[in-house]
């Protein structure tokens, strides 16, 4: 694209601002939105860790004030909610394609220069050598574990990792930590009908981005003071 403006040969206007607008459209709306209702859909199933976050913003906020950006680094909880979620929900489960510019062995595995080199993060994410009772959502197993979710292990790599990894990752990051902690600080939330949380359809939509085959509807009450 830069490639296109730089020449100046479109028969439209395309600017830095064009180069933009197509980047957000390509990469960061549907991958933010998709991984928040990924994210809120497994707080509705688990009505356990739904309390235990409201409790935590309750302790970090306080009820009678909006959650801000300078909360989000307190909100423990919230955070190993988020890894798992983006654990057993990469938006992305096969990364883009990526191309090899030499040879190269990956573990026992050789690599000639010129392959298209695929990763299943959605698989890796739920290996069983790696993850304990691994289709379980289960928040406080990354309590005693360090793994991180930013590209330094490969155990969880919902923005791959590298150089070719999400440039949006720390936009996409505070987005989705600032969403769904103002949805659960304003708001109670239940299943529609009656609904019980272990009746919600999970199941998945495949294409590049991997979202809920069914939109998540859930009902709101207000929850703060004021
Ligand atoms: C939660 C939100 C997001 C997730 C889960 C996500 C995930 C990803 C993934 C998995 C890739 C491919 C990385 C690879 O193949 O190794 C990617 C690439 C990319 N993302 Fe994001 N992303 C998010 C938000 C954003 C935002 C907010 C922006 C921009 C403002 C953005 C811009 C990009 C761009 C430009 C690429 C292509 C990078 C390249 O090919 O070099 N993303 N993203």
Redesign the pocket.
Known sequence: MLGIMKAGYSEFKFDRFDVKAI??DM??AD??ST?IEWIFSEILRHPRVMKKVQKELEQVVGMDKMVEESDLESLEYLNIIIKEA?RLH???PL??P?HSIEDCMVDRFFIPKNSRVIINVWAVGRYPKVWTDAEKFLPERFCESNIDLRGRDFELI????GR??????Q???T??HLVVAQLLHYFNWDLPNGMQPSELDMTEEFGVLVGRATHLIAIPTCRLKK
Request: charged content about 5%; glycine content about 14%; hydrophobic content about 50%.
């Open positions: 980047l957000m990469f960061a991958t933010t991984t983006m990469p938006v992305a990364l883009l990526h919902p923005f791959g990792s070719r990894g999400c440039p949006g990752m936009l996409g990051l987005i989705v």
